[in-house]
C-alpha cells in the first residue's frame, strides 16, 4: 500500500499563475479531505469528497480556489490567479468511508510557493 | 463552530522525562477525537484515537486520557527520547453530518527531547 499520494511535493509560481495539486488516494477509501497548513493558521479544513461527490467546501476560499474528483483514484485541487498568501503545505487525506471514528490517513502533501 | 486550543505550543524535555500537552475544545457535540505525529519534513501519522467518554488508551510510550465533562484531552509522553522530537497535533471531529467529518485541529505543539 503506497499510502496517500500528492504530486508534486513542491512547486514554485508567479502572483497571478495557476497551479494545479493532485491527490491519488488509497486505493478503496470512499472519502477524501483536503487541508492547508500553515505556520500561522495550522492545519485548515479545505473541503471533502465521498464516493467522488462534493459533500462540504465549507473551508474554501470563496474565490479562485476550486476542488474537484473526476474519478474515485485522484482529486485535484485548483487555486487561480495565485497569491503569495496561498502559500502553505496542502495536504490530502483519504478515509476507508463514511464513518467519521475511521482514520483519516494523510498523504506528505505538496509546498506551494507562491513569489 | 468548535475550537480547539493546544498548550503548549513549544515544549522542551530531556530524554527520559515526561511530556504532558493538552487541548480544550468547546463544542459538547465533539464525539471522536485524534493525536497525529509530524516528524520534520513528513506528514500526519496517527498515535491514537479516542472516543468514550472519558478513557485513558496507552501506547507504546504515551497515555491519551479524554474527558468529555471537562471538554479536554491530553497526551502524556512517558520517558520521551530523542525520536519523539516532532510536532504533535490534536483533532476532534463533531461526527455528527456531513460537517462531523473535518477534522478541526489544534494549533500544535513542537516537541524537542534533548539527550
Known amino acids: 500500500n503506497a499510502g496517500v499520494i500528492q504530486t508534486p511535493r513542491h512547486k514554485v509560481t508567479g502572483k497571478g499563475q495557476e497551479a494545479t495539486l493532485w491527490c491519488e488516494p488509497i486505493s478503496g477509501h470512499s472519502a477524501v479531505f483536503w487541508y492547508r497548513q500553515t505556520i500561522v493558521q495550522g492545519l485548515e479544513f479545505l473541503t471533502y469528497f465521498r464516493n467522488q461527490a462534493p459533500i462540504d467546501d465549507s473551508g474554501m476560499p470563496k474565490e479562485r480556489f476550486s476542488a474537484q474528483m473526476p474519478n474515485q483514484s485522484h482529486s485535484t485541487l485548483k487555486i487561480q490567479s495565485t497569491q503569495p498568501q496561498d502559500s502553505a503545505v496542502y495536504l490530502c487525506?483519504?478515509?476507508?468511508?463514511?464513518?467519521?471514528?475511521?482514520?483519516?490517513?494523510f498523504g506528505p502533501g505538496t509546498r506551494l510557493l507562491v513569489l | 463552530g468548535e475550537q480547539v486550543e493546544q498548550r503548549p505550543p513549544h515544549l522542551s524535555v530531556r530524554e527520559g522525562d515526561s511530556a504532558v500537552i493538552t487541548c480544550t475544545y468547546t463544542d459538547p457535540n465533539s464525539y471522536y477525537f485524534f493525536w497525529y505525529k509530524q516528524e520534520p519534513g513528513a506528514s500526519l501519522q496517527l498515535l491514537m484515537k479516542?472516543?468514550?467518554?472519558?478513557e485513558i488508551n496507552e501506547g507504546q510510550g504515551f497515555t491519551v486520557l479524554l474527558n468529555k465533562k471537562d471538554k479536554r484531552l491530553s497526551l502524556n509522553l512517558t520517558a520521551a527520547h530523542p525520536g519523539d522530537s516532532a510536532a504533535y497535533f490534536c483533532a476532534v471531529s463533531s461526527g455528527y453530518g456531513s460537517s462531523g467529518n473535518k477534522l478541526i485541529f489544534g494549533i500544535g505543539t513542537l516537541l524537542s527531547v534533548k539527550p
Open positions: 479516542v472516543f468514550s467518554s472519558t
Open positions: 487525506a483519504s478515509r476507508r468511508d463514511w464513518a467519521n471514528q475511521d482514520t483519516q490517513y
